[in-house]
């Protein structure tokens, strides 16, 4: 073939192929421009349910911020509005800058990324401190199913160079730093958020917060993780300017409010409604009907309000002698419980005749009196061991360990109960070392269950930690005696040192019962002639030991009391300290009520059992 025709063949097959390629490509492109629209369109979707579903969109000027979207990224920006020219043109720029910067995703990124994101600026950020201007803006990660993923709070420092448009715009004039940490250590402390360890130390020495000024304060913006246990959000807490007085140069007067007045008015017309109403979240107080107003304080979760007037949307309360409004939507008719309760909704009884206090300290004001078996309604707890209650359609408060969940029975004794059979057996079990607020209540627990009782010798230093535990032993029936102050070896001890336990165990039980105790159990059982001349009480020791301290086991536990065949008469030792015996307990109480047993105290025993208890002597049973 000539070769001017096989070159001609050539160019004609490369121009086909280029011609594919061409139109492969085209085609590609066409598909993947396709793909792009439907996944632009199904991104714009999801956004908008997402904003809609979290109340984001807001008005400015009566105009709603609508969605912007490239093909490339979707944003929803709220910007400022100031009315203060310099400014505005400043933010619409910077506005900008940030837009641009969400919108360099490649074409690639964005088709295959199921995360969409989209920023809101603040649009009441306009001033910040240290000569700066400030925008914060939120970025937010959402999935194609509009489920939040996480938040972060950023801020754009505008520099230098713009601030000279602006040279008597304001600022602060002294250590706001310290106002502002001072201020979010108290707030996350006094509303109850799960805080990492040494929490202080890292707000104080990084200043882990973004914070702006705004019309209604200086607003925080607080990304949490290092502070707040399992935190995944921002947290934004607003500082009124009050907070900082004498160290700031600016006119809160010409910080201009940037709500709509047509807003309010879709909110109804006040009326009458006067009562009391508490609050049901940790909620802003604000000076007009608008959530965009001046904030004048905030209140917290249980604080009682007395209400006014109501729109549909908000309430007008009196407070600190100021009418102010909050959110309907966090008041509540029923009495709440305060921001330092673990809220409950359950019936409780007085185990004994208990007063109610005014506020939760034991030496407040009482505001009344419960009888033993009488109901009440808890409606929260507290970690260091006080119950909100409802009494008088107000709030009352009362020791925790003093209410039960059960009703108490009337089989209830002083220090000899009528309600003993005498010609029934009966045994009597002994708790030493104690009080242990957990182990010590949990057997009170079981034995109160069951209407049962037994005899606590516990050592002076402990009552003294934990008087609650030994007041709600005597409450509920049982006898306390001691077992010394600190636990030592009484037979190696001189006359004054004994004296010295003895004067110490004295004081700690007058002052957790009011009243000393009338029986001792000296420590290991051991008290020689020397020391049962020294002793000004009867000495009770035993004579089944079930051995708890050393097995911590409770199946040994109960073998060793199982073994003695009749207990009839018999004192049983045991140790109110350890887990173990609790959990034995709860297996022995009953098991010795079903076979016929009655637990008493160790004073009922040797009374039923006609023998007389004399000082400086020693007793294993009767």
Known sequence: MPKHKKKSKLKKSVKALLICLVVFIGLFLSILLVYKHIQSNKMKNTVEKYIKKQSLTQELDGKKKDINFSLNSPYYAIYPNTKNKSIDEIFIDYKNKIINNYSKKSLFDSIINNNYKYQIINYE??????????????????????????????????????????????????????????????????????????????INSKYNYKYILTNNGVVVYFN??????????????????????????????????????????????????????????????????????????????????????????????????????????????????????????????????????????????????????????????????????????????????????????????????????????????????????????????????????????????????????????????????????????????????????????????MKALGHDVSLIRPPYGNANDFVKSQLPYPIINWNVDTLDWKSRNKDAILAEVRKVGNLDGKIILMHSIYETTADAVEVLVPELINQGYQLVTVSELAYYKGATLTKGVKYFGF
């Open 125 to 202: 950020s306009f001033l910040a401190p240290d000569d700066i201007i400030s925008v914060a803006y939120i970025e937010s990660n959402i999935n194609s199913k509009g489920t939040l993923i996480n938040e972060n709070v950023y801020t754009l420092n505008i520099g230098l160079k713009e601030k000279e448009k602006l040279k008597d715009s304001y600022i602060f004039v002294g250590n706001y730093k310290e106002v502002i940490t001072d201020y979010l250590i108290k707030y996350f402390e006094e509303n109850g958020y799960k805080l990492n360890k040494n929490y202080k130390k890292v």
């Open 224 to 509: 949490s993780n290092e502070v707040i246990k399992n935190s995944k959000k921002f947290i934004k807490v607003s500082i009124p300017y009050e907070e900082f007085n004498g160290i700031m140069n600016i006119n809160l007067e010409n910080i201009n409010k940037k709500y709509d007045d047509s807003v309010k008015l879709e909110y109804g017309k006040f009326t009458k409604n006067e009562k009391f109403m508490y609050v049901k979240i940790n909620s802003n107080l604000y000076k007009e009907n608008s959530k965009n107003s001046k904030l004048v304080s905030t209140v917290s979760k249980g604080t009682k309000l007395n209400v006014t007037e109501s729109n549909k949307v908000f309430s007008k309360v009196k407070y600190k002698d100021k009418l102010v409004y909050i959110l309907n939507s966090s008041l509540s008719d029923e009495i709440i419980a305060d921001s330092e309760f673990t809220d409950c909704n359950e019936d409780v009884y007085a185990i004994d005749k208990i007063e109610i206090k005014k506020s939760k300290d034991e030496n407040s004001e009482s505001v009344g009196t419960l009888n033993r078996k009488d109901k009440i309604k808890r409606i929260g707890t507290s970690d260091d061991g006080w119950s909100e209650v409802v009494y008088n359609d107000d709030k009352g408060f009362i020791k925790s360990n003093l209410l039960s969940l059960t009703e108490p029975s009337d089989f209830y004794r002083g220090n000899i109960s009528a309600n003993v059979n005498p010609g029934k057996a009966m045994v009597a079990i002994t708790f030493d070392d104690g009080p242990n607020p957990s182990s010590s209540n949990r057997i009170l627990d079981t034995l109160q269950k069951y209407n049962a009782v037994a005899t606590f010798f516990d050592l002076g230093k402990l009552v003294n930690s934990y008087p609650d535990v030994v007041k709600r032993e005597e409450a509920i029936g049982c006898e306390v005696g001691t077992h010394t102050h600190t636990h030592p070896n009484l037979n190696n001890l001189s006359a004054e040192a004994i004296q010295g336990e003895l004067a110490n165990s004295k004081e700690a039980f």
